[in-house]
């Protein structure tokens, strides 16, 4: 067994906010802030709506200002030369609040999917694709998800989704095995 | 199921894989998320929710009236916080296009070149902050509380009065091992003093620099201070050549001041002005005898020269309007039907303003999905706008209007014929005089007029400044 440190794919993460807006957002000026939300709200928004699914799209928008509510609030805990990554921080912020609510809440709506329409054979194909891999999803646990999502949506290393997640590594490596396997179990369901 | 890890883990997805995970895509963030986030942090209790109809979805800031005015990017903003002290807290951030004199506070003049980034706050006890991120910016300090400038590579603790910090994006010898190359960049700051003295406080501790020496901090770059003793070996022809190199240094340093300070110059005199004067009664930083968004004829004239306009607008950046409060207007001895009006007018100017953004965008952007543009802030919606305005365009219009305010041009006879960015920018400048004739409606011209004057504008006071060497 091969474990890679990261995604052969390029993180979906921005590039980090620079030090001197950072330093501006901790003293509380609204325009870092804003620098900061539309620095990361792209992949917080992302992975927010991967978490709960269709349907939820106001969750998703009430959740990601949640989130940055709390990352503008406790920018002083944050350390900017300490282990954690800026974005990985705030995505880490994102998960735990995306699994308590999946935690809290009744089940998402039944999924329905988009009708094929005259789509070509290729939008067809990515869209029977992107259901395949949403069910694979859905079908996981919000923890088992967190963590694969922000491994394979979020570039994130194995050691950074035990930090976000409160548990240590082989849960990690267990979890992404399991979200691994279940996902090969759709994709093959769908021809390449 | 479970979490403990099975004998055979199922291996990392490969590359293939991977790219199929690209089908599933995400949903976009909504357009004003940032101004949701803001608002809530500064208005609202620290709940961990509230319902998605309540007031999260409203931009309602209540901090302050002044400071409800969400920035443009293209403007300097000051916002006067507390308008009994003897001088007052001002704050901005500025992306300069060209060069552009700012007034920092009471405490000093940025002269910034084209491409500076900086952020100031200024307290009203005179303890002065300046983030410069980027960019070529010089400094005049007035006398009067700390004054820093942090860079990326340390910071600039002023004890003289008159330098310049210049920051380059190098190659990093460190930072290219193993890094992409967008990383591979490091700040080397260079710092000039022309006048006085900086303590420059880098990785290898403070250095102090005096008037007409140079130091460089920043990685792969140890200071060096140009007017530094002569190493004790050193020979007689090597001292002429350090020597001439100084001689021309200094040269330079002398010929920047002599240059530069005609463009200090007049926002100096404001600067005296404003520190004159009671802030509560009403503007007179040009001591001019009159309001600060109606400079004299001399003053504009003045402001044709440097390509500068100055105006004041209502809060109406937002995605929703901001309201002044009852007790801010009750402290500022506004009429409960004064206030009535003026929060009407913010309303009714709010939903013209973005009507007419939404106009402006869908011709700037050839866009067609009129949702789309009408789920953006205003403030989105000029950024927008002006970004698709050809390079150095909005400088040009800046002046043209510069000089017709001053009495030296005339407007275009048709302005259905100009550029989008034109219309936007000769609609901004006159949000003030629009909202007072809304609001004279209700309560009189004269009491509009007092209205207005009792902050200086409506809310925001903006310049913009800096001709085109094109």
Redesign the interface.
């Known amino acids: 067994v091969t474990v890679a440190a990261r995604p052969a794919t390029p993180a979906r993460t921005p590039a980090e906010l620079d030090d001197v807006t950072l330093r501006r957002a901790c003293r509380g000026d609204a325009m870092a802030w804003r620098a900061l939300v539309e620095r990361y709200q792209r992949p917080v928004v992302a992975l927010l709506s991967r978490m709960l699914g269709p349907g939820r799209r106001a969750q998703v928008e009430d959740l990601a200002q949640e989130t940055f509510l709390h990352v503008v609030r406790g920018l002083d805990g944050f350390a900017p030369g300490g282990p954690a990554k800026l974005s990985t921080w705030i995505l880490t912020i994102a998960a735990r609040r995306a699994i308590d609510e999946l935690r809290r809440r009744a089940p998402a709506p039944a999924l329905v999917e988009p009708a094929g329409g005259e789509r070509g054979d290729d939008a067809l194909h990515r869209a029977e694709l992107a259901a395949a891999i949403r069910r694979a999803i859905a079908d996981l646990s919000p923890e088992y998800r967190a963590a694969f999502l922000l491994r394979e949506y979020h570039g994130l290393d194995y050691a950074e989704i035990a930090t976000a997640l409160a548990i240590d590594l082989g849960t990690v490596k267990s979890r992404l095995s399991r979200a691994r396997a279940a996902l090969r179990a759709a994709l093959a369901e769908v021809h390449p | 199921?479970?979490?403990?890890?099975?004998d055979?883990?199922?291996?990392?997805?490969?590359?293939?894989?991977?790219?199929?995970?690209e089908?599933?895509?995400?949903?976009?963030?909504?357009a004003d998320?940032?101004d949701?986030?803001?608002a809530?942090?500064?208005g609202e209790p620290?709940t961990?929710?509230t319902p998605?109809a309540g007031p999260?979805r409203h931009a309602r800031v209540v901090a302050a009236f002044l400071?409800g005015a969400?920035?443009t990017a293209a403007a300097t903003v000051v916002i006067v916080r507390r308008p009994d002290s003897a001088h007052r807290a001002a704050?901005g951030?500025r992306v300069t296009t060209a060069r552009e004199s700012i007034a920092l506070g009471h405490r000093g003049i940025a002269v910034a070149e084209p491409g500076a980034s900086l952020?100031w706050?200024v307290d009203a006890d005179g303890a002065a902050r300046v983030?410069?991120?980027a960019g070529d910016v010089f400094y005049r300090v007035e006398p009067g509380g700390a004054f820093v400038v942090?860079?990326?590579a340390g910071e600039v603790r002023v004890t003289g009065t008159c330098f310049r910090v210049e920051i380059q994006m190098k190659p990093s010898a460190s930072s290219l091992k193993g890094a992409a190359v967008?990383a591979a960049l490091a700040a080397v700051v260079v710092v000039t003093v022309y006048e006085g003295g900086v303590v420059v406080a880098g990785d290898n501790g403070d250095q102090r620099v005096a008037a007409g020496e140079r130091v460089v901090v920043g990685e792969d770059a140890s200071a060096i201070a140009l007017g530094a003793p002569p190493p004790v070996d050193i020979t007689r022809d090597q001292l002429l050549v350090r020597d001439a190199t100084q001689r021309r240094i200094i040269a330079e340093l002398t010929a920047r001041v002599a240059g530069l300070e005609p463009h200090v110059a007049g926002p100096r005199e404001a600067i005296r002005t404003l520190r004159r004067g009671d802030p509560r009664d009403h503007a007179d930083d040009d001591g001019d005898g009159r309001p600060w968004f109606d400079p004299s004829p001399e003053l504009l004239a003045q402001f044709a020269a440097e390509c500068r306009i100055r105006f004041d607008t209502p809060p109406i950046e937002g995605t929703e309007p901001f309201q002044l409060p009852a007790d801010y207007a009750a402290e500022a001895g506004i009429a409960p039907a004064e206030l009535t009006a003026i929060n009407a007018g913010i309303r009714e100017l709010h939903a013209r303003w973005k009507a007419r953004l939404i106009a402006l965008y869908l011709e700037a952007t050839g866009e067609v999905d009129r949702d789309r543009a009408d789920a953006m802030s205003p403030s989105a919606l000029a950024r927008e706008i002006e970004d698709k305005g050809a390079e150095g365009e909005a400088d040009e219009i800046r002046a043209r209007i510069a000089r017709e305010r001053a009495g030296l041009a005339r407007p275009p006879a048709d302005l259905s014929q100009t550029s989008p960015v034109e219309r936007y920018l000769r609609s901004i400048i006159t949000l003030g005089d629009e909202m007072e004739t809304i609001v004279a409606r209700a309560v009189g011209p004269a009491r509009a007029r007092a209205l207005r004057e009792l902050n200086d504008g409506w809310g925001s006071k903006h310049e913009m400044s800096g001709c085109s060497t094109r």
């Open positions: 199921m479970t979490d403990r890890a099975p055979d883990l199922e291996p990392e997805l490969g590359a293939a894989e991977r790219a199929r995970l089908a599933w895509t995400a949903d976009a963030p909504p998320l940032a949701r986030v803001i809530a942090a500064r620290a961990s929710h998605v999260r400071a969400l920035v704050a951030a952020a706050h983030e410069q991120s942090a860079t990326a967008g």
